[in-house]
């Protein structure tokens, strides 16, 4: 009795050693296999998606087979493994391996989109409206309910994102790129504002971004942001009207065709600082540090006027005389090619 219980102890014993050897074969080559791809494949992972169900699609598909055996691998290797959600690039030349292995790492596929110093934030949200990979959940929203889904009501949106590259995955939302750009700003203006010069005019770090906004929207040189920055401050000690183009063309809003009357320098809008005296009530653009950096740090001198060249520089003037003269050689006298400022980066800037 004892010597058939030891065989049949033997037995049972080398059976299970033939099965592990077995299931250790089939997971190896069912790790091994190569993916069966004619041409790159862009896997899409949705939230919440699991290993297990991910790789029955793929069954399904036929891009791979064996997929219980990579259950069983995933389940007793990479138990707690996260599988984030995403876009994952295969190719014909990855094996299942490679390809488990991309998920171990989370290499999801990456897509960017830029926002451009001096764009409206209609700009930003004409922008991210093109980007057919963020889910977007702004659309059909108004300005101020889109900034009471971002947890910031009765917040004017204009001006408050940092102008950057914003790099993002297939399934995030504008919402959040704009949540990431929205604190951007405030912490880079927050440092800024703690540097700030002494002596300027402002009551908070928000007027030294609505100043910002106007500079950024002069400037076509970088290095004469610190000397528009000087007349702007000169002009709000002694109380002088700002008078820049930029805001009376951001009051305008649809209405601007391109074109600049004299109608519109005399027509009353919160924007006009041809009327208005001090600052707008809120940025008319978005800034990047630079321009921030320009507004708490002016250019000293005594220049109170300036003009554009034509070439994106200015001439600047202390006396409204010298100023005249400025206007008429470059102004009344416009050449072919003539501009304020640099060229446009694209066609959706103003």
């Not at 899409?44 to 219980?68: I, K, M, S």
């Not at 934030?121 to 889910?135: D, I, N, P, W």
């Not at 002596?199 to 971004?209: D, I, S, T």
């Amino acid at each position: 009795m004892i010597r058939k219980l030891l065989l049949l102890l033997e037995g049972g014993v080398l059976l299970a050693a033939m099965l592990v050897v077995f299931a250790a074969w089939q997971q190896h080559s069912a790790l091994e296999q190569p993916l069966r791809l004619a041409e790159e494949y862009l896997l899409e992972v949705p939230a919440g998606a699991t290993p297990g169900g991910v790789l029955n699609r793929l069954q399904a598909e036929g891009v791979l087979h064996d997929a219980f055996w990579l259950r069983l691998y995933w389940r007793f290797n990479l138990r707690g493994q996260p599988l984030h959600s995403g876009e994952y690039r295969l190719t014909p030349a990855l094996s299942v391996r490679d390809m488990l292995g991309l998920w171990r790492r989370g290499e999801v596929v990456q897509y960017s989109v830029t926002l451009v110093e001096g764009w409206s934030f209609r700009q930003v949200r004409a922008a991210l409206e093109r980007e057919s990979k963020l889910e977007l959940h702004s659309l059909g929203l108004s300005d101020a309910q889109l900034m009471e889904r971002l947890g910031l009501p009765g917040v004017a949106p204009e001006g408050r994102f940092f102008p950057d590259t914003y790099r993002f995955v297939r399934g995030m939302s504008d919402l959040d790129l704009l949540e990431q750009a929205y604190t951007r700003l405030e912490r880079i203006l927050e440092e800024e504002w703690q540097g700030r010069a002494e002596g300027l005019p402002y009551k908070n770090p928000y007027e030294a971004l609505i100043m910002a906004s106007m500079i950024e929207k002069e400037t076509g040189v970088p290095e004469e942001r610190g000397a528009i920055a000087g007349v702007f401050l000169r002009r709000l000690r002694i109380g002088m009207r700002l008078q820049t183009d930029p805001t009376v063309i951001y009051g305008l809003g649809d209405r601007y065709n391109g074109k600049l009357t004299r109608a519109h320098l005399q027509e009353a809008t919160p924007y006009n600082t041809y009327v208005i005296d001090g600052m707008p009530p809120t940025p008319i653009a978005m800034v990047g540090r630079e321009a921030i950096h320009a507004a708490l740090h002016p250019a000293p001198g005594k220049s109170l006027y300036f003009v554009a060249r034509g070439d994106g520089s200015h001439v600047f003037s202390n006396t409204l005389e010298a100023h005249n003269r400025a206007v008429r050689e470059y102004q009344l006298k416009r050449r072919a090619g003539y501009r304020s400022s640099p060229a446009p980066i694209s066609q959706t800037n103003n």
